[in-house]
Structure formats: structure tokens, C-alpha cells
């Protein structure tokens, strides 16, 4: 699989993951007094997290990208909603680079 493409599947995960956390775990936390639901959520989101990490300095190396580049699609993870929009551009490139 090339890093562009674990890149962009890892992120999509990691997204909806970060989505689930937030908007499905928090809420049955607080308004169900259920905090399972956040540990349980929140330890899938903490792995994909580290491999969208992963992802992102394989990407980063093989298609040398610039420190900039690299920290705006980190900053993208931090986000909600983030890691959507970064697909976009990593399609556009995964494109350009299949010529």
C-alpha cells in the first residue's frame, strides 16, 4: 500500500474515531454517567492516533515534504472534522503522483 493511500485511510479512521469520542462517548459519559464508554472509545481513537502518526512521517519522508506541510496535517488530526478536509488534499496529490 503506498504511504499516500495508508495515510488517507488511517486519517479517515482516525477521524471518525476522534468524532466518536467527542460527539457519542463524551455525551453518554456525562449525560448517562456511563464513563466506560470514554475509555473504551477513547483507547481506539489513542492507537489510531499513533498510527496516523506513523502514517504521517512515512508519507512525510517518501515524498519530502516540507516541515510546514507535515505540521498542518498533524494540526489537521487535533480538529474536528480536520482529518476530512486533509483528504482532500492527499487525494488531489495520490492523483498527481499516479500521473
Do not use: N
Not at 495515510?7 to 463524551?26: C, D, K, Q, V, Y
Not at 449525560?31 to 512521517?57: D, K, Y
Not at 512515512?58 to 478536509?85: C, I, K, Q, Y
Amino acid at each position: 500500500m503506498s504511504a499516500l493511500r495508508q495515510l488517507r485511510l488511517i486519517a479517515f479512521l482516525e477521524g471518525l474515531s476522534f468524532l466518536g469520542l467527542l460527539f457519542i462517548a463524551m455525551p453518554v459519559k456525562y449525560l448517562l454517567g456511563q464513563p466506560v464508554a470514554v475509555r473504551i472509545a477513547g483507547s481506539v481513537h489513542g492507537l489510531l492516533f499513533l498510527l496516523f502518526v506513523s502514517s504521517l512521517f512515512r508519507a512525510a519522508a517518501e515524498h519530502e515534504w516540507p516541515a510546514r506541510r507535515s505540521l498542518a496535517a498533524f494540526g489537521a488530526s487535533l480538529v474536528p472534522f480536520g482529518t476530512f478536509v486533509l483528504d482532500r488534499a492527499l487525494k488531489r496529490e495520490q492523483e498527481e503522483t499516479r500521473g
